[in-house]
């Protein structure tokens, strides 16, 4: 279902010298499956038959079961671990604007808003995320906005961590 993660060690496609208007390479994931939407009920606990059961879900006004929220946002929260660097993360929001269908293919991409200078005297980084899907005989929806700050050492508290490692 998820496209993996870079290989451990691997930099990141951002750092402190990334400019504001720089936009992240695009990852699509997918297409889902009811079963993943299954697969993430039992390692989330969240056992809602609307993402689950074809005919409780249309019972309750919706074409068809759809995938939880927390799935969509933990597929985005690793996009953009691995884009600004797991260990730089410090803020991650999410908004919810749509659902995600079966079949759906996730859209994930991110742009670089603002840089500036960190209380530790480093580089702090502010990017806005997105999560389109794509379907077969369907537009592209926006179904999730979110944010994302990383905060990268200043130079010299680089050099001292790297030196200790």
Known sequence: MTAPDPEPGTAPDTG???PPGTVAPERRVGPL???DFVRYAGA???FNPIHHDETFARSAGYPSVFGHGL???GVLAGYAASWL???NLRRFTVRYVGQVWPGDTLVLSGEVLRTGTAEDGGT???ASLEVHTEAAGRERRLVLRGGATAAY?????ALAEGERA
Request: negative net charge.
């Open 44 to 46: 989330g606990g969240d």
């Open 153 to 157: 050492p200043a130079p010299a508290l």
């Open 71 to 73: 799935l969509t946002a």
């Open 33 to 35: 499956t009811r079963t």
């Open 16 to 18: 402190p010298d990334t």
């Open 124 to 126: 702090e980084v502010e």
């Open 85 to 87: 660097g797991r260990r």
